[in-house]
T-cell receptor, first 110, second 115 residues
Framework: LAKTTQPISMDSYEGQEVNITCSHNNIATNDYITWYQQFPSQGPRFIIQ???TKVTNEVASLFIPADRKSSTLSLPRVSLSDTAVYYCLVGFDSARQLTFGSGTQLTVLP | NAGVTQTPKFQVLKTGQSMTLQCAQDMNHNSMYWYRQDPGMGLRLIYY???????DKGEVPNGYNVSRLNKREFSLRLESAAPSQTSVYFC??????????????FGPGTRLLVL
């Protein structure tokens, strides 16, 4: 199973770009990288998923280098409402890989 | 389209009491999941169901039972509640298989306090 490592917390200011990196050194060939966002008192919400290179949607971008041993979630121009916990998951079709670690607590300051 | 719904929203139990947490989804998803989240921690998988009629243990199944009643509903039962089961319980569903590559949709959670 690919183990993931993320920073425990990050602070940023409104309007800045935030990059959260997840390390997954033993990622398997078939594994995908998926990020979720969780606000207090709510269930997690899917943000973005990727396999290699770069993926972009209306909310975020995901950068994956060629060796796929890490990935970076990029949130452009954050606002106070982006304050949340962000989880990085790595895996494919096994429920055993559905491991939400402690995530990264992002706090956006005014 | 309500997505994933959970009942109740909040429950207080005494040690030894039993209860069933209900979850339903209206997205015609095949897979459903139960997680628990303790304060300041990530979610841990209790049980999951890859399809109607099948259930499998996750990371922390002890003290729980589940029933996949039909494609829409997946219930979690605590037979004899213990204070260690005080937590927030989330139900989720996904379209196809039970894995990271399939987007999960989460319910609002049930807050359970066991005294």
């Amino acid at each position: 199973l690919a183990k993931t490592t993320q920073p425990i917390s990050m602070d940023s200011y409104e309007g800045q770009e935030v990059n959260i990196t997840c390390s997954h050194n033993n990622i398997a060939t078939n594994d995908y990288i998926t990020w979720y966002q969780q606000f207090p008192s709510q269930g997690p919400r899917f943000i973005i998923q990727g396999y290699k290179t770069k993926v972009t949607n209306e909310v975020a971008s995901l950068f994956i280098p060629a060796d796929r041993k890490s990935s970076t979630l990029s949130l452009p121009r954050v606002s106070l409402s982006d304050t949340a916990v962000y989880y990085c998951l790595v895996g494919f079709d096994s429920a055993r890989q559905l491991t939400f670690g402690s995530g990264t607590q992002l706090t956006v300051l005014p | 389209n309500a997505g994933v719904t959970q009942t109740p929203k909040f429950q207080v139990l005494k040690t030894g009491q039993s209860m069933t947490l209900q979850c339903a989804q209206d997205m015609n998803h095949n897979s459903m999941y139960w997680y628990r989240q303790d304060p300041g921690m990530g979610l841990r998988l209790i049980y999951y169901s890859a399809s109607e009629g099948t259930t499998d243990k996750g990371e922390v199944p002890n003290g729980y039972n589940v029933s996949r009643l039909n494609k829409r509903e997946f219930s979690l039962r605590l037979e004899s509640a213990a204070p260690s089961q005080t937590s927030v319980y989330f139900c989720a569903s996904s379209v196809r298989t039970s894995g990271v590559q399939d987007t999960q949709y989460f319910g609002p959670g049930t807050r359970l306090l066991v005294l």
